[in-house]
Nanobody, 127 residues
Framework: QVQLVESGGGLVQAGGSLRLSCAAS?????MGWFRQAPGKEREFVGH??????????NYADSVKGRFFISRDNAENTMYLQMNSLKPEDTAVYYC?????????????????????WGQGTQVTVSS
């Protein structure tokens, strides 16, 4: 059983940056970030799978060019660098893991594709 623990959330002004971390007790083949704002469904932010030259990343259109995912396989840790934050980025951010590797695929935009989930970390962007 893989356990995921997020950290790094907090309060930031619009235009600012935050970096979230997700530490895994094991090494899921694919890891992703999702977020959930109050009253809304959990939505895909981005995912990363593979390693080295076979690393694939995918981002939601709403964060493309502002958010960046990286992964330290030696430390079993995934990061989400969030830049140019907007008030609409306010949400609880969740880390997720899947024991599969389908590369660059819309399969991983679906919450049902993931088996492991963290407890979430709150990100609040003030205007």
């Amino acid at each position: 059983q893989v356990q995921l623990v997020e950290s790094g959330g907090g309060l930031v002004q619009a235009g600012g940056s935050l970096r979230l971390s997700c530490a895994a007790s094991g090494r899921p083949f694919t890891m992703g970030w999702f977020r959930q704002a109050p009253g809304k469904e959990r939505e895909f932010v981005g995912h990363i799978t593979g390693s080295g030259s076979d690393t694939y990343k995918n981002y939601a259109d709403s964060v493309k060019g502002r958010f960046f995912i990286s992964r330290d396989n030696a430390e079993n840790t995934m990061y989400l660098q969030m830049n140019s934050l907007k008030p609409e980025d306010t949400a609880v951010y969740y880390c997720a893991g899947a024991p599969t590797n389908y590369g660059y695929s819309t399969y991983y935009t679906d919450t049902r594709s993931y088996v492991y989930w963290g407890q979430g970390t709150q990100v609040t962007v003030s205007s």
